[in-house]
Nanobody
């Protein structure tokens, strides 16, 4: 009854930028947290950034100063602006949200940073 759809991934050169979007749809009454995780080949899935219903944000140390998470609460959409991209940012990025009493995951969108 709740679906997360990511978009905005793709191939960029080092130093480039991308903006990821994640829209939640369905039976939504309240959203506590929305965020982004990523998983590179052979690695565990890791937290990239989160934003709470109150607007508080948290970032992984590896992306601080380069990535910005934001939201449009009216549209139940979260964004991840990624600047100064590095090859090590290459991963599948997953949208995540907590809509009590359940958690939801998007299908993932590929981000590749390469020359």
């Amino acid at each position: 009854q709740v679906q997360l759809v990511e978009s905005g991934g793709g191939l960029v050169q080092p130093g480039g930028s991308l903006r990821l979007s994640c829209a939640a749809s369905g039976r939504i009454f309240s959203i506590s947290v929305m965020g982004w995780y990523r998983q590179a080949p052979g690695n565990e899935r890791e937290l990239v950034a989160i934003i709470t219903s109150g607007g508080s944000t948290n970032y992984a140390d590896s992306v601080k100063g380069r990535f910005t998470i934001s939201r449009d609460s009216a549209k139940n959409t979260v964004y991840l602006q990624m600047n100064s991209l590095k090859p090590e940012d290459t991963a599948v990025y997953f949208c995540h949200t907590f809509i009590p009493p359940r958690v939801y995951w998007g299908q993932g969108t590929q981000v590749t940073v390469s020359s």
